[in-house]
């Protein structure tokens, strides 16, 4: 059973650094897809960056150069370093897994960031 939570939210000013946690555990690596999704106020749910089953990360054009995705496996942590945080960062984060990587993600329950000028 794939199971995903997330920590590390919080509040924070423009320009500052956040880096979120995802504690990951029930399946493969080389046969899952890991992404950290963006949520703000009002939006639908977007995938931000992933890491593929190739491994290398892919990064959404908003967050290129300020975000970076990373996985410990032997802490089975996914993390996601944020920094130069915009107020356009604010909501809520989550991280998923794609097992398979056919486009069905499970998710994590999420954690709130906030960015304030």
């Known amino acids: 059973q794939v199971q995903l939570v997330e920590s590390g939210g919080g509040s924070v000013q423009s320009g500052g650094s956040l880096r979120l946690s995802c504690e990951v555990s029930g399946f493969t690596y080389s046969e899952t897809c890991l992404y950290w999704f963006h949520q703000a106020p009002g939006q639908e749910r977007q995938a931000i960056v992933g890491?593929?089953?190739?491994?290398?990360?892919t990064y959404r054009d908003s967050v290129k150069g300020r975000f970076t995705i990373s996985l410990d496996v032997a802490k089975n942590t996914l993390f996601l370093q944020m920094n130069s945080l915009k107020i356009e960062d604010t909501g809520m984060y989550y991280c998923?897994?794609?097992?398979?990587?056919?486009?069905?993600?499970?998710w994590g329950q999420g954690t709130r960031v906030t960015v304030s000028s």
């Open positions: 890491i593929l089953s190739n491994g290398k990360p």
């Open positions: 998923a897994a794609d097992r398979g990587c056919d486009g069905k993600n499970q």
